[in-house]
């Protein structure tokens, strides 16, 4: 498929997991795909990997929480090529699992904010000043189901997901009038190594939630972001698409 043909695609996260996944589909159907990453050294491997297989991939070593780092990344990929046609947000962190909020520290809450809403903040800022030139682009945002029921023993990750939530609905009514959308994809827990860190009891809790009975894998999210973010997609916007094994209760 050669959906993406010309389309210039930057995707947080870029270097693993769901982020990773993503990109690569959004390559392998044309896209020149710039991945934004703070791991510089998956960020390489995973770049060079891409090359190999005929990718057109360029990494962009950024702390997504890090205003300045976020805006030179973005002007850099403008200034190489005109335009950002696709951002697809996948970089975030899970924070604590399995602690209660009385053992939840204000420094892993102040983290977790800095990554996963703030950071959602200022990449969709600064995209969306390079999208509004031409007036036309696709901005998806990984939210999460946490964001929509609450996890209990994740704070943190289920009330900035709440966040991105709001974040996804408030501005992309800014821009219904363009040919901009906004929207967001609710994952339930997908197999990918962000969740290396989870407690085996919350992996269990949150398992158990879905009625498939199984974990998503980061390929079903590829293949459901990519039509989010394709121009076949064109009158949907400030939604939260999901996709949790059927989980979500709305």
């Given at each position: 498929?050669?959906?993406?043909?010309?389309?210039?695609?930057?995707?947080?996260?870029?270097?693993?997991?769901?982020?990773?996944?993503?990109?690569?589909?959004?390559?392998?159907?044309?896209?020149?795909?710039?991945?934004?990453?703070?791991?510089?050294?998956?960020?390489?491997?995973?770049?060079?990997?891409?090359?190999?297989?005929?990718?057109?991939?360029?990494?962009?070593?950024?702390?997504?929480?890090?205003?300045?780092?976020?805006?030179?990344?973005?002007?850099?990929?403008?200034?190489?090529?005109?335009?950002?046609?696709?951002?697809?947000?996948?970089?975030?962190?899970?924070?604590?699992?399995?602690?209660?909020?009385?053992?939840?520290?204000?420094?892993?809450?102040?983290?977790i904010y800095d990554v996963n809403l703030k950071g959602t903040f200022l990449i969709t800022k600064y995209t969306l000043q390079i999208m509004e030139k031409r007036q036309q682009g696709r901005i998806l945002l990984i939210a999460s189901i946490a964001g929509k029921e609450g996890n209990p023993g994740m704070v943190g990750y289920s009330t900035t997901k709440a966040g991105v939530?709001?974040?996804?609905?408030?501005?992309?009514?800014?821009?219904?009038?363009?040919?901009?959308?906004?929207?967001?994809?609710?994952?339930?827990?997908?197999?990918?190594?962000?969740?290396?860190?989870?407690?085996?009891?919350?992996?269990?809790?949150?398992?158990?939630?879905?009625?498939?009975?199984?974990?998503?894998?980061?390929?079903?999210?590829?293949?459901?972001?990519?039509?989010?973010?394709?121009?076949?997609?064109?009158?949907?916007?400030?939604?939260?698409?999901?996709?949790?094994?059927?989980?979500?209760?709305?």
């Open positions: 498929m050669d959906r993406f043909n010309h389309k210039i695609a930057v995707i947080t996260g870029g270097a693993t997991g769901i982020g990773m996944a993503v990109a690569h589909r959004l390559g392998k159907e044309g896209a020149v795909v710039a991945l934004f990453d703070r791991d510089a050294s998956a960020l390489k491997s995973t770049v060079e990997a891409f090359q190999q297989e005929g990718i057109h991939a360029e990494g962009y070593l950024t702390d997504i929480s890090d205003e300045t780092q976020v805006s030179a990344s973005l002007l850099a990929v403008e200034k190489k090529w005109q335009q950002i046609d696709i951002l697809v947000h996948a970089a975030g962190i899970v924070g604590p699992t399995a602690t209660s909020i009385t053992a939840y520290t204000t420094a892993d809450f102040d983290q939530i709001g974040l996804v609905k408030g501005v992309a009514k800014e821009y219904a009038t363009t040919q901009i959308t906004v929207n967001g994809l609710a994952p339930a827990v997908i197999r990918t190594p962000m969740n290396d860190g989870t407690s085996a009891e919350q992996l269990a809790y949150m398992t158990a939630k879905i009625p498939m009975e199984r974990l998503g894998t980061v390929a079903e999210v590829a293949a459901m972001s990519c039509f989010i973010v394709s121009d076949e997609n064109s009158f949907s916007t400030g939604f939260i698409y999901d996709i949790s094994g059927g989980r979500a209760t709305y």
